[in-house]
T-cell receptor, first 111, second 115 residues
């Protein structure tokens, strides 16, 4: 399985943009890039996914490098409610249901 | 819309007892997943159902664990007999039809403590 590498933790200030990086240098051509987040004492929450092109939704934006070996989740204006563990996950092929959650990035948002 | 519903939210039981966790997926979703989360091992996929049929149970730890999905709106995860190392938070998730099983919606989880 292709693996992802994320920083263990990041800090941000409220109302500022946050860029959460993810490296996936062994990504295959059919792998999708998914981002989930887990707020304290809750189940993981789907954020966004993409294949090749940048993606936007109401929660965040996903910027995918041209070679697809890295991606960045962008929260445009962090709020205290965005404090969570953010997971970058690859899945694809016949096992695109299989989400392997690593340790993720713990995002702290300062007021 | 109601999300994924899990019950009970908390369960404390003694070693050797049978434990049954329950899940009601989001209406209209045809994929259902059971996960387990511990500090040591993180979040692990236990089993995946599609259209009520188990597709991948390779994550089920051992024969003490069993999962069923008798219909599209209900699933159970049973542990018999339970052991202290089964203590964890168990999540159920469902995903919509349309070839997007990776877009999973998680329930609030059941925190299981086996003493």
């Amino acid at each position: 399985d292709a693996k992802t590498t994320q920083p263990n933790s990041m800090e941000s200030n409220e109302e500022e943009p946050v860029h959460l990086p993810c490296n996936h240098s062994t990504i295959s051509g059919t792998d999708y890039i998914h981002w989930y987040r887990q707020l304290p004492s809750q189940g993981p929450e789907y954020v966004i996914h993409g294949l090749t092109s940048n993606v936007n939704n109401r929660m965040a934006s996903l910027a995918i490098a041209e070679d697809r070996k890295s991606s960045t989740l962008i929260l445009h204006r962090a709020t205290l409610r965005d404090a969570a563990v953010y997971y970058c996950i690859l899945s694809g092929g016949g096992s695109n249901y299989k989400l392997t959650f690593g340790k993720g990035t713990l995002l702290t948002v300062n007021p | 819309d109601a999300g994924v519903i899990q019950s009970p939210r908390h369960e404390v039981t003694e070693m050797g007892q049978e434990v049954t966790l329950r899940c009601k997926p989001i209406s209209g979703h045809n994929s259902l997943f059971w996960y387990r989360q511990t500090m040591m091992r993180g979040l692990e996929l236990l089993i995946y159902f599609n259209n009520n049929v188990p597709i991948d149970d390779s994550g089920m730890p051992e024969d003490r664990f069993s999962a069923k999905m008798p219909n599209a709106s209900f699933s159970t995860l049973k542990i018999q007999p339970s052991e202290p190392r089964d203590s964890a938070v168990y999540f159920c998730a469902s995903a919509p039809d349309g070839g997007r099983p990776y877009e999973q919606y998680f329930g609030p989880g059941t925190r299981l403590t086996v003493t």
